[in-house]
């Protein structure tokens, strides 16, 4: 069956308190907020590249102020900037979480599925020889069945 790369389980009191811990983790960051596809696509994007750069651009601002029109608001550049760096190890710990969440999740399916195509294949051997699994089979097998195309006669 290939290799058994997790072999764990995951009790209602572990998934309960998980699930504890990142209620508790949300009602901790209020501040929060969701942005829409539209309005994510019209905002200027932002990566580690442009995270250094706000962060020396905040340096120069803070040092020459006198070269900002006095209509530039310093405070809010400030602010924003300091809840950038303050997010990013945050951030840096969960996006590690939900990667392990991740593989963890493909690695168990992955292998569950393996598993279930052996089982397939068992049925329909035995099913051979029985008849008794047809039903079953017959189940099992709508996981293949292949949707017509549009345009084609059975569609």
Known sequence: MGSNR???????????KAKAALASLAESLPFLIDLGTDERMTMLKFGEKNRSFVVKALAIAEAQPEILPSSFPLGEFRSDVALV?????????????SRQ???T????????????????????????VSGALEEAIGDLGQRFARKARPGTPDA
Not at 6 to 16: G, K, L, M, P, W
């Open 6 to 16: 997790i072999d764990a389980s995951f009790t209602s009191e572990q998934r309960e």
């Open 85 to 97: 760096e303050s997010l990013y190890p945050l951030r840096h710990a969960i996006e590690t979480l």
């Open 101 to 103: 969440v991740d593989d």
């Open 105 to 128: 999740y493909f690695a168990a399916g992955s292998e569950a599925y393996a598993a279930a195509l052996r089982v397939y294949q068992y049925a329909k051997v035995h099913n051979l």
